[in-house]
């Protein structure tokens, strides 16, 4: 039995019918020459056991319906069927039918008496392709490890087959040095609060001051962004934009403004939504706020979630394409200069002060009646430099879909795969018309970026 983290049970507690708490992606493959003609039924198969490959996937709630005191334990009821599962798209196997089917099995909530995860495999998709749905529960993992795992599936030498290893045993301890083991660890996590109370103390002060300053190319505090249409009360319907950009010019952009990949994305989000509002009129006259996750895990962390964040504008109030990413690259810069002079006990409380109340808001209903505290989230996550392979079949585009919430109904997330990168936004259409058009305004936006530099 495992004892849930702080920010693992938030991300229960915050798990409803209409916003359920998991990440997923979503992967088109090319299936090998030559294949035989049970080949899918072989992936189905070997992806029934990826709990043999995966510890993890064989955790499970304690008792579901209580969370006073959640805990994982071990599955002793695995069954591949209730995890696992195989469709065939009617032909001819239209890309849209496969993103139709992707957001329903998105939109689904997962059943808390069963491990927190499922598999769903797609074939029929044309031009001899098929695809992977994979989703976990944000707190059995987070974005970044999720993609790790998936990406753990593959190889990079089209021959690598799936092998199964047994499993470790996990040697017993006695009750007493376990007890001393926790004894220990509850002193050093005092500790480590009480050290990070002034760090913490004076990160908010300098934010405090950048926004009594009325200084625009800074980090935002939190709930100060302005109101938007995608920041309203949720229902259960998903809309999922799928979109891809070159990885090389967007690097040669970085460089020459001085910034990351992840600057350049956030301006060409920035002028995409700006766009968007302006077409909907809903441009509001300050910028929209992202909330950018930063992963906070070592190389030798586990399972579960260590996270922060990083609040910047997306600068939607920027007309100016080379403006708005030399501003991104200004904020960006300096929050990353202020989260490297903190412990990770201070970013990790930073966190949880913008987590607590937008729980506590979600849970009484009251998420929407205070201004939100972001916009919309943004995550960056890393892939591969080299092409993949899954059972012979070549991995073309893996896209990663998130989490929307109430107040926070949008969500764009970007994963690098060779040489590009395959951008999956998630939104509730009900308040968001058109938003599919988010797609090629996302294009026109780094074409009029590239345009400017």
């Given at each position: 039995?495992?004892?849930?983290?702080?920010?693992?049970?938030?991300?229960?507690?915050?798990?409803t019918?209409?916003?359920?708490?998991?990440?997923?992606g979503?992967?088109?493959?090319?299936?090998?020459?030559?294949?035989?003609?049970?080949?899918?039924?072989?992936?189905v198969?070997?992806?029934g056991?990826?709990?043999?490959?995966?510890?993890?996937?064989?955790?499970?709630l304690?008792?579901?319906?209580?969370?006073?005191a959640?805990?994982?334990?071990?599955?002793?009821?695995?069954?591949?069927?209730?995890?696992?599962?195989?469709?065939?798209?009617?032909?001819?196997?239209?890309?849209?039918?496969?993103?139709t089917?992707?957001?329903?099995?998105h939109?689904?909530?997962?059943d808390?008496?069963?491990?927190?995860?499922?598999?769903?495999?797609?074939?029929?998709?044309?031009?001899?392709?098929?695809?992977?749905?994979?989703?976990?529960?944000?707190?059995?993992?987070?974005?970044?490890?999720?993609?790790?795992m998936?990406?753990?599936?593959?190889?990079?030498?089209?021959?690598?087959?799936?092998?199964?290893?047994?499993?470790e045993?996990?040697?017993?301890?006695?009750?007493?040095?376990?007890?001393?083991?926790?004894?220990?660890?509850?002193?050093?996590g005092?500790?480590?609060?009480?050290?990070?109370?002034?760090e913490?103390?004076?990160?908010?002060?300098?934010?405090?001051?950048?926004?009594?300053g009325?200084?625009?190319?800074?980090?935002?505090?939190?709930?100060?962004?302005?109101?938007?249409?995608?920041?309203?009360?949720?229902?259960?319907?998903?809309?999922?934009?799928?979109?891809?950009?070159?990885?090389?010019p967007?690097?040669?952009?970085?460089?020459?403004?001085?910034?990351?990949?992840?600057?350049?994305?956030?301006?060409?989000?920035?002028?995409?939504?700006?766009?968007?509002?302006?077409?909907?009129?809903?441009?509001?006259?300050?910028?929209?706020?992202?909330?950018?996750?930063?992963?906070?895990?070592?190389?030798?962390?586990?399972?579960?979630n260590?996270?922060?964040?990083?609040?910047?504008?997306?600068?939607?109030?920027?007309?100016d394409?080379?403006?708005?990413?030399?501003?991104?690259?200004?904020?960006?810069?300096?929050?990353?200069?202020?989260?490297?002079?903190?412990?990770?006990?201070?970013?990790?409380?930073?966190?949880a002060?913008?987590?607590?109340?937008?729980?506590?808001?979600?849970?009484?209903?009251?998420?929407?009646?205070?201004?939100?505290?972001?916009?919309?989230?943004?995550?960056?996550?890393?892939?591969?430099?080299?092409?993949?392979?899954?059972?012979?079949a070549?991995?073309?585009?893996?896209?990663?879909?998130?989490?929307?919430?109430?107040?926070m109904?949008?969500?764009?997330?970007?994963?690098?795969?060779?040489?590009?990168?395959?951008?999956?936004?998630?939104?509730?259409?009900?308040?968001?018309?058109?938003?599919?058009?988010?797609?090629?305004?996302?294009?026109?936006?780094?074409?009029?970026?590239?345009?400017?530099?």
């Open positions: 039995m495992e004892k849930l983290g702080a920010q693992d049970l938030g991300f229960l507690k915050m798990d019918p209409r916003c359920p708490f998991h990440v997923a979503l992967m088109i493959l090319k299936k090998p020459e030559n294949a035989p003609r049970n080949y899918i039924r072989g992936v198969a070997k992806c056991r990826l709990n043999e490959l995966w510890p993890v996937f064989n955790r499970k304690r008792d579901p319906d209580d969370l006073s959640a805990a994982w334990v071990e599955d002793d009821d695995y069954i591949p069927e209730r995890h696992v599962f195989h469709y065939a798209l009617p032909q001819p196997g239209r890309m849209q039918d496969l993103v089917l992707a957001t329903r099995a939109e689904r909530p997962m808390r008496s069963r491990p927190l995860w499922e598999v769903h495999v797609v074939e029929g998709l044309g031009r001899d392709r098929f695809a992977i749905y994979c989703k976990v529960h944000h707190a059995l993992m987070d974005g970044v490890g999720a993609m790790k998936l990406q753990g599936m593959f190889s990079t030498s089209p021959r690598a087959r799936l092998e199964f290893s047994p499993r045993d996990h040697h017993a301890t006695s009750p007493n040095s376990s007890l001393l083991r926790q004894l220990g660890t509850i002193r050093k005092l500790l480590r609060q009480y050290r990070a109370i002034p913490l103390s004076r990160l908010l002060a300098h934010m405090g001051a950048d926004a009594i009325g200084r625009a190319d800074a980090m935002r505090l939190p709930f100060t962004a302005p109101r938007t249409l995608f920041n309203n009360e949720l229902d259960s319907r998903r809309a999922i934009v799928l979109c891809e950009l070159p990885l090389g967007v690097k040669s952009m970085a460089h020459q403004a001085g910034g990351s990949v992840n600057d350049v994305l956030l301006a060409i989000c920035g002028g995409a939504l700006r766009a968007y509002l302006l077409e909907h009129k809903g441009l509001p006259r300050s910028s929209l706020v992202a909330g950018m996750p930063v992963s906070l895990k070592t190389g030798a962390a586990g399972a579960g260590k996270l922060s964040y990083i609040m910047a504008p997306f600068f939607t109030n920027e007309a394409d080379l403006k708005r990413l030399q501003r991104v690259v200004k904020v960006t810069s300096s929050a990353k200069e202020e989260l490297s002079r903190i412990s990770t006990t201070a970013a990790e409380d930073y966190y002060l913008i987590m607590a109340p937008t729980i506590l808001l979600t849970l009484t209903g009251n998420a929407t009646r205070v201004r939100p505290a972001i916009n919309a989230i943004f995550s960056n996550v890393p892939g591969s430099r080299k092409k993949l392979y899954l059972e012979g070549e991995l073309e585009s893996i896209y990663p879909l998130s989490i929307v919430t109430d107040a109904g949008l969500n764009i997330t970007v994963l690098s795969h060779a040489n590009k990168l395959c951008i999956a936004i998630a939104s509730c259409p009900r308040d968001q018309p058109e938003v599919e058009s988010l797609g090629p305004l996302l294009k026109q936006s780094y074409k009029a970026l590239r345009t400017a530099m």
